[in-house]
Every structure is written in C-alpha cells, then in structure tokens.
C-alpha cells in the first residue's frame, strides 16, 4: 500500500512469525534488504519504499487496531521498530477494512489506531460510501501524483515519542558540537537547524544535498552528539533523531526545510517530522525564530515548505501556556496497489 509519500507492504500480525527475529529476517527477505537496489524482494531501493506496516485488531480497551512499522533500508540489514511513521500510518484503516479486521462505520469511518512503536493513539477518519473504502478523491498532496480521497489524521499525544519527553534535553535550545539546535519530539525526534549554520542556504536541490559528503559527514556528527544529549544513547545504527536543515520560507509557507532520514535527504518531509517543525515554530527560543512565519492566534496553520512542496499542519495552543501545544492534525491520501501473496525461502519459516 501507499500511505502518504510512502509505500510497503501491509500483512496481518498473525501471518508473520511471532518470534521478532524470526519475524525480521522474513522482512528482510521480503524486502531483498540489504541491497542497494533490493532486487531480490519488493523494496524500492530508497528508505521510503523500504516501510513495512503490521496490523492486528487492538487489545488495548477503547482502541480499534494496534499498528506496527518497520522501517527497512535497501543496503543495510536493520529492522528497525522503534520510530513512528505518519505516512504510513495513514493507510492502517484502509488495510484493516480490506482485510475485515474491522466493518465501515457509514459513509466516513474514524478509527483509533495504537502505533505500538511508542504508544502513540491518533483518530483516523476514512471516506467509506457504500461501507467500502474510497479512495478516489479530490485531496492532493505534495510528493504524490493525482488526487486521492482525504484521509484525516488527528494525533491525540505525540510529545515525547521516543525521547523522555518534547524537549528532551530541558531546553529549547542548545549548542552542540558548536551549532545551536533544538532537540525536539512532537511524534518523531529530530534536531532542527540553520541551514546557514552549516554552510548551506536550505534551497539545494535533494540531488545536491545527497551528493554532498563533507555536509553528510558534519550533519552525522551532530547527530550522535544529540543522540545522547536527547537521552537516546548511541545513534549511530538507529534511524532516528531525523535531521531538519530550515531557512526562511520562500513560497509563500512557514519555513523551508531539508530534512535527512537520517543519512538520505528526504525528496518531502515526513509526516511526524512535519508536525515537530510547526511545533517548534511555535515554541518561543528555538532555532526557528526569526526564520518562521508564523500566524497569530492559538490555532495556527504552519505550512512546512520541503523540496517538492509543502506540507501544512493544523496546530492548537493552549491559551494559558502558549509553550503547549494541545493538538496536531492532519490530511494525507492512501491507496491500496497490490495484494497477494509474496514468496521468502521456505527455511526462514521454519520454526
């Protein structure tokens, strides 16, 4: 399935092995990682055709379904369930509704999803005429041809996802390894910077910023730092904290960004990603100011520019302490491509 800007396969938890090692070594398989074109597996040969989702009916009281990601990368052998992804996320209702895990609830269907990744719930809301789901529509996002049905995703309590907490090193702000940051999850934890700080203008094309190794190198040194300056410990083999270049907007958004996954510069944003940039645009002291356009009001709308468009999130703050924020929203699109049966060596099954 497609969720977003991104694309993997979906399974039932059940059709998997229930041991996590032997479960992620039938992933690898599935995905032909790792290799950098995956040629022997379904993968796309870039981390955001390596996701794989893994969904079951809930058994937390007052949620529908549980959700699992695994994000994948073409020449590694890494499983990694630790991050969320907004992306594909949005594609976990349409899946349980093919598969029956759950019926249509009339001509929009809302579910509760329990990522279990970081125990983060959201409310989905699907179209759904006829109790099937639609995924025709009028909703475009950037970084995605054509137009699809919306898919409304409301996060419910995204602070602190990974990390201890929405600042995880007490601060809006730091200097680390000589380049002030700020150390952020609100979904996903990343390290917000000046493109300017590094040399860079935050225009470069994503071609550009790939190629550039002293930057890659300058930028993964940071990232360890904050790593343990965030309290996640050594980085280095996980996916996570993301990397977020920004400069001033410069069509007609909030802030223009450049983001890194961690080691390959994304051609969008990420969805959790996206709402930690307008959390922090709104945040008093972070390295955003100054740069952000940010509106007046406690509900604020902060369109996240990214290299191939923008990406806009709903926003609401809480009067009595404006360092809060209270609700993220947002739309993506969905489709269901293929289903079927995908072959890994008999062996990897054997229990």
Known sequence: ????????????????????????????????????????????????TSKVGIVR??????VDLDFLFAQLQPDKDTVDTTPNCGNMLAAVVPFALERGLIAARGEETTLRVLTLNTGMQCDITVQTPHGRVSYEGDARIDGVPGTSA????????????????????????DVIDGIAVTCIDNGMPLVIFKAGDVGRT???????LNADAELKDRIEKLRIACGHAMGLGDVTNRNYPKMTLIAPPRDGGSICTRSFIPHVCHDAIGVLAAVTVGTACVLHGSTTQGIAVV???????????HPTGEFSVALEIDPANPQNVLRAALLRTARLIMRGEVMVP??????
């Open 346 to 351: 008999a062996a990897l099954m054997e229990v």
């Open 295 to 305: 509106p007046e009001g406690t509900a604020k709308s902060i369109a996240v520019e």
């Open 150 to 173: 919306p898919i409304k995703i409301n996060f419910l309590d995204t602070a602190g996802s990974v990390a201890a907490s929405l600042l995880p090193t007490g601060h809006v702000l």
């Open 57 to 62: 009916r809930s058994l937390s009281v007052g």
């Open 1 to 48: 399935m497609r969720g977003g800007t991104s694309r993997g396969p979906f399974f039932l938890e059940a059709d998997l092995p229930s041991d996590p090692a032997q479960r992620d070594r039938v992933l690898l398989a599935v995905m032909g990682s790792p290799d950098k074109r995956q040629i022997d597996g379904l993968g796309g040969a870039h981390p955001l």
């Open 202 to 208: 935050g225009y470069e094309s994503v071609e550009a």
